[in-house]
């Protein structure tokens, strides 16, 4: 069986040799029928990295949207803003005043892979992990390429569980 490690490195792998333009456009679409988006009215999104699903055209809906913000070592909720600065992470990162995470009702989060079970491999941080028990009120949603889902991948405790993941 293979660690975190190894299935980070397969992940940014096969990510390269996919079309991430196309698929982060069908992706979106499905997003929209998602019921728990139509019916959220706060939707955290994140700015994608280069071999990321890219969820932008997501903003032009009648939403309020918010983007994370790296402080320290957690993530801070941050409504979006065209006004945006380069993270030490090299992610775009809004410059407008946290809120409450529990004002959100839907969190999209990144991930490299994820799991039938719910599982997702983040870039090893755990940003995620700490952040998501405080959006106590969101469901939490992952959008992959099907080819970056598999059966099981290994999780420690701390592991926060999404509600559910969506692939194309």
Do not use: W
């Amino acid at each position: 069986m293979k660690n975190k490690t190894d299935y980070r490195i397969y992940a940014k792998e096969i990510r390269k040799k996919l079309n991430i333009k196309l698929l982060s456009s069908k992706l979106v679409s499905k997003v929209r029928q998602e019921a728990h988006y139509i019916s959220a009215k706060h939707v955290m999104i994140y700015y994608p990295t280069k071999y990321e699903i890219d969820l932008r055209e997501l903003l032009n809906d009648n939403k309020n949207f918010y983007l994370p913000k790296v402080s320290g070592n957690e993530l801070l909720t941050c409504p979006y803003s065209d006004k945006l600065e380069k993270s030490q992470f090299s992610i775009m990162e809004p410059c407008s005043k946290p809120v409450n995470p529990q004002i959100l009702d839907l969190v999209i989060v990144p991930a490299l892979m994820a799991d039938n079970k719910g599982y997702r491999l983040g870039y090893g941080g755990g940003f995620y992990d700490r952040f998501l028990p405080m959006c106590t009120n969101a469901f939490k949603l992952c959008v992959l390429p099907q080819e970056l889902i598999i059966k099981s991948l290994p999780h420690e405790p701390f592991d926060v569980k999404l509600d559910k993941i969506l692939y194309m």
